[in-house]
């Protein structure tokens, strides 16, 4: 797995490589699709994991899935050390168990630029998944980690952050989801 991207923050050398892919920003289909299971853990599926870290550290996301990035993929990675997220990737992700209160909280998505909203999510989350060398293993969260799961796992099944934000919320960006289609029709 590779390291977290150095910074200045912490005294290092920037990470001067370059991400091949580009964040897809809504309403692009592939955010709108159920991803495909991972086959077999390979060369081309590690090159996709280290290019995902790479644009989630340039965008300063605290998480990424394969369908961000245009790939129909059942992926997704994590790491911010602000909020205690590992730096990991998770292949083929299941939740085993969803459970603890319901907690509502501000959310953001790289592939909605400048749209927030509150989400309501389980606060206790165990996920099991394939690691980048392709082993099997089971985490427990009931932090910031148990959110950042759920919302990746949910750009893996086609759902994003506009389908499960509050009615008002949703009222609230209704302009900026607007303009995101506009600007898409606009590119055709």
Same mark, same amino acid.
């Given at each position: 797995?590779?390291?977290?991207?150095?910074?200045?923050?912490?005294?290092?050398?920037?990470?001067?490589?370059?991400?091949?892919?580009?964040?897809?920003?809504?309403?692009?289909? @592939?955010? $709108?699709?159920?991803?495909?299971?991972?086959? #077999?853990? %390979?060369?081309?599926? &590690? !090159?996709?994991? *280290?290019?995902?870290?790479?644009?989630?550290?340039?965008?300063?996301?605290?998480?990424?899935?394969?369908?961000?990035?245009?790939?129909?993929?059942?992926?997704?990675?994590?790491?911010?050390?602000?909020?205690?997220?590992?730096?990991?990737?998770?292949?083929?992700?299941?939740?085993?168990?969803?459970?603890?209160?319901?907690?509502?909280?501000?959310?953001?998505?790289?592939?909605?630029?400048?749209?927030?909203?509150? @989400?309501? $999510?389980?606060?206790?989350?165990?996920?099991? #998944?394939? %690691?980048?060398?392709? &082993? !099997?293993?089971? *985490?427990?969260?009931?932090?910031?980690?148990?959110?950042?799961?759920?919302?990746?796992?949910?750009?893996?099944?086609?759902?994003?952050?506009?389908?499960?934000?509050?009615?008002?919320?949703?009222?609230?960006?209704?302009?900026?989801?607007?303009?995101?289609?506009?600007?898409?029709?606009?590119?055709?």
């Amino acid at each position: 797995m590779p390291e977290p991207a150095p910074n200045a923050a912490n005294g290092a050398r920037p990470d001067t490589r370059v991400p091949k892919r580009q964040v897809v920003l809504y309403p692009d289909p @592939v955010l $709108r699709r159920k991803a495909q299971p991972v086959k #077999a853990v %390979d060369s081309s599926i &590690r !090159e996709l994991v *280290e290019d995902m870290f790479l644009l989630m550290d340039l965008e300063e996301g605290a998480g990424l899935a394969a369908p961000q990035v245009g790939e129909s993929l059942r992926i997704f990675v994590t790491g911010t050390h602000e909020r205690g997220v590992p730096r990991k990737a998770y292949i083929n992700p299941v939740f085993v168990e969803l459970g603890g209160d319901f907690e509502s909280m501000d959310e953001g998505c790289l592939s909605l630029p400048e749209i927030r909203g509150s @989400v309501r $999510r389980p606060t206790q989350v165990t996920i099991r #998944a394939l %690691d980048i060398d392709g &082993r !099997e293993f089971t *985490e427990t969260s009931s932090d910031f980690s148990a959110r950042v799961w759920q919302h990746e796992f949910d750009h893996l099944e086609g759902v994003l952050i506009i389908d499960k934000m509050s009615p008002l919320d949703r009222l609230r960006v209704r302009r900026a989801v607007k303009d995101l289609k506009a600007a898409a029709d606009g590119d055709a």
